[in-house]
């Protein structure tokens, strides 16, 4: 008797909190899809936790004002934030910078920013509107320079690029005295991780938000870093031979290896960067070679980069000082298949 009494109950009772639980679903999701109230909650420690966006900023100005500082953010709307960032604190034609143009030029280090770049119109703009002010509140003298490919080669040849807008900056400027190698999606969150080359090599985007602010592997040298002028000549700039997504920087730590140069990096709560999404889900232009070329590495690493950039297959098109960057355009024809020969062989002929 007790127990059929108790049954429609339960049932009742089930029925009311799924429905109470469905119904608070809805108004958060609705809230989440609606531009004008949406809330971005980020993790407790960030400082940018529980933003409110009102009025429409596109995904990519959201995430700009999200790494900006707490000072500038508290005192202003997000919009006028956002609109006020244009000045860009008088950037130099080319987009140098330095904080006294009176000083002597010794008096402290020279940094060139190189990033390389194809097809990502939207993240740079980003990318630009955050860095500028950001380096400029580190008080350095910077410079940014956005090397871009085009022409017939398919893959991506990043290493390649590093090495062209390594030399091309020091022709623009040989009293450079530190190279920061940067991807173009990602933002530096914090002003305390410094762009020096103090450490060098350093690596500077310890945390990535993408990989839950945690170091993938101890040997990661991509996504930013830091070397000397010295240091890069020394390792003989990147391997020219990787084109397509991945590894090059792989390369880059077996050269350090090599030449016993251990990495530093920043403290992990400093060195937080945000990766810009990428739109669309299109399939990684995979770089196929790149298992063969990373067990080659050390054999190639004294005559494949700096010393052999003269004979690699590119040539720069035209190098523009734009407004807020140099804009280094390289055309990249196509490589020739990558041989695949023993070890013990490279070196001895010319293979690649
Ligand atoms: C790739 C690197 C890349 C890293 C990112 C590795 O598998 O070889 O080029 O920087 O993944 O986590
Ligand atoms: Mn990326």
Redesign the pocket.
């Known amino acids: 008797m007790r127990e059929s009494r108790l049954c429609p109950l339960i049932i009742l009772q089930v029925v009311g909190t799924l429905g109470l639980l469905t119904y608070l679903h809805l108004v958060k999701t609705s809230r989440e899809r609606n531009p004008e109230t949406l809330q971005i909650t980020l993790r407790d420690n960030n400082p940018y936790a529980n933003v409110e966006f009102s009025g429409k900023l596109s995904h990519f100005e959201k995430v700009a004002v999200l790494v900006m500082p707490p000072r500038e953010r508290d005192s202003k709307t997000l919009q006028e934030i956002w609109r006020a960032n244009d000045s860009y604190g008088n950037v130099g034609l080319g987009g140098k910078w330095s904080p006294s143009r009176n000083r002597s030029a010794s008096s402290s280090e020279k940094v060139a920013i190189l990033v390389t770049y194809r097809d990502r119109e939207e993240h740079l703009k980003i990318f630009l509107r955050h860095m500028h002010p950001f380096l400029q509140r580190q008080g350095l003298d910077y410079t940014i320079y956005v090397i871009e490919q085009h022409g017939e080669e398919q893959g991506f040849c990043k290493g390649l690029l590093y090495n062209v807008g390594f030399t091309e900056a020091l022709k623009d400027d040989p009293s450079y005295d530190c190279f920061i190698f940067h991807d173009v999606d990602l933002l530096p969150e914090d002003d305390r991780n410094l762009y020096t080359c103090a450490r060098s090599p350093y690596h500077l985007s310890v945390a990535i938000d993408k990989?839950d602010y945690k170091l993938?592997?101890v040997a990661?040298f991509?996504?930013v870093s830091a070397l000397n002028t010295s240091h890069y000549r020394l390792l003989n700039g990147y391997s020219n031979l990787y084109c397509g997504?991945?590894?090059?920087?792989?390369d880059m730590a077996r050269r350090l290896y090599k030449h016993v140069l251990a990495i530093s990096r920043p403290e992990p709560d400093i060195a937080r960067y945000k990766m810009l999404s990428h739109k669309s889900r299109e399939p990684r232009d995979d770089n196929t070679d790149?298992r063969y070329l990373l067990n080659t590495a050390l054999h190639r690493a004294k005559t494949d980069g700096l010393a052999d950039l003269q004979t690699a297959n590119y040539s720069v098109t035209s190098i523009t000082h734009k407004a807020l960057y140099t804009h280094i355009l390289v055309n990249i024809t196509k490589r020739k298949p990558i041989k695949h020969v023993h070890p013990r062989k490279i070196g001895k002929r010319n293979t690649n």
């Not at 997504?245 to 792989?250: I, M, R, S, V």
């Open positions: 990989f993938t592997y990661l991509g996504g997504w991945g590894a090059e920087d792989d790149k």
